[in-house]
Structures are given as structure tokens and as C-alpha cells.
């Protein structure tokens, strides 16, 4: 159930049916490589989000794309938020949310820029109580079910490559520039900060070191079909999720006994 799709009449039916479940896709709108969509991680999150829901009823958010991803102003077509209203926004965003009767909110994360920030906000749910709770599914891209691990060709495979390429491929294929993918190594981290990488020392630039043009793997092994049996698998993880979110009663239990206990 898209939210924005319902009728101010049908929103307290859906909100019982989704047994106040609301999913929450994250997004952003940054470059990807040459030939995919600029929007391409919010059609992704709008999807995965759509497709779970069919299987395990749930309240689709319209896509949240103010998040993070400072790493890609230097390039067009990115909107880079300032990270305080980031966090505001979200916030805010939760509490109409809950307002509405949906205390149960789901962050379904489709930008990999944003996994620090995800988790950080589950976080600072402890700051003050609230009578809602935020849960994190981990990230999408891992536990694939084998038939869907076993289809990839490409060992590198972060951003535009052959995973997102077949996604796209298979949901918005009229949005997919093939003709402008790359024939070299422009996909391959430069490694510019190999150093620091190595001993695992993590600076805020090391994404522009490796892939200044926001391309990360290689999508021309991509197909329709292989972006097809990833949403099919995904969208059945996410249900299992939202299910076992629908049965959670300790979260919001132990949050009320800490908020409790909290001088
Ligand atoms: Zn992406």
C-alpha cells in the first residue's frame, strides 16, 4: 500500500492492515557511471519496498532521497543535504509517521552512503522517549539467496555495476544509456588511498579516492533477468522482515523500561 496512493478514508484500514508496519525507503539522487538513471537507488528502494509489501502488507513511504551523499558534489545532478537537517528531516519524518498510527517504522536503506547514517539514527532513538520504535533491516545486498549469488559475473560491484545495471534493466529499462558503458578499467578502484585502506583506517574522502566518477564495478554482464531474480529474492527478505518486525513486541517494551529508567 503506496501511502500516497490511499484516500484520507482508506488510511485506518491500511495502517490495521499493515498491523502498523510502515516501510521508509532511503535513497538519494547522485551520479551513476555514464548510463544509469540519476535517481536510480530511489527506483530501486521504491521497488524492493512495493514488491515486499504485495508479499507481507505493509504502508510504503514515499521515497525519502534527502540523505546522505556529500561524496558526490562534484558531480551533476546531486542534491547534498547539510547533514543536521538530514538528521531533522528524518526525525520529523518518523514522528508524522507514528502521528498517523504507523509505530513501527522500517528504514529500508537502497544507497549504500547512507549505511553509517541508518545506523547512527537507529541510535539516537535512545535520546528521548517516543511512543514509536525505528528498526534497520541490514543491508539489502547481503545473504542472497544461492540461485542469486550464483548469477553474478562480477566480483567488483558497488555502485552502477552489474548489480544496479540489471535492477534498472529490469524495472526501468527505457532509463538505461548501454551504449555509454564503459569499455575500460573506469569501474576499478584507483586505490588512492591503498595505504590507509589496508590497515583499515577510514577517512570521510575514500570514496572519491577510489571512484571520483561514481561508477564502482563493471554493468556490462548485466541483464533484465538477473535484476529480476534480485528483486524477487530481496522483496521475499524484506517480507520475512516485516513479519518478523509485525510479531516484535520486546522493542517497543524495553524501550518504554529504558526510557523508564533514564534520568
Ligand atoms: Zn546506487
Partial sequence: MRWEELTGDQFPEAVRQSEQVCLLPLSCLERHGHHLPIGTDMFIGRELCHRAALLEPAVVFPDFFFTQILEARHVPGTVGIEPELIIRLLENTCREIARNGLTKIVIVNAHGGNDALIHYFAQIQLASRRDYVVYVPQPSYQAEEPAT???????????????????????????????????????????????????????????????????????????????????????????TAIRTIKDDKDGRRLQDEFFGKTI
Avoid: C
Fill in 149 to 239: 549469488a550464483a548469477q553474478w559475473e562480477t566480483v567488483i560491484d558497488d555502485h552502477a555495476g552489474e548489480r544496479e545495471t540489471s535492477m534498472i534493466l529490469a524495472i526501468r529499462p527505457e532509463l538505461v544509456r548501454l551504449e555509454s558503458l564503459p569499455q575500460d578499467s573506469e569501474g576499478m578502484p584507483l586505490g588512492r588511498l591503498k595505504p590507509l585502506g589496508d590497515q583499515n583506517i577510514y577517512t570521510g574522502i575514500w570514496w572519491y579516492a577510489d571512484n571520483p566518477t561514481h561508477y564502482n564495478g563493471d554493468g556490462r554482464p548485466a541483464t533484465a533477468k538477473k535484476g529480476e531474480t534480485w528483486f524477487a529474492d530481496r522483496s521475499r527478505a524484506l517480507a
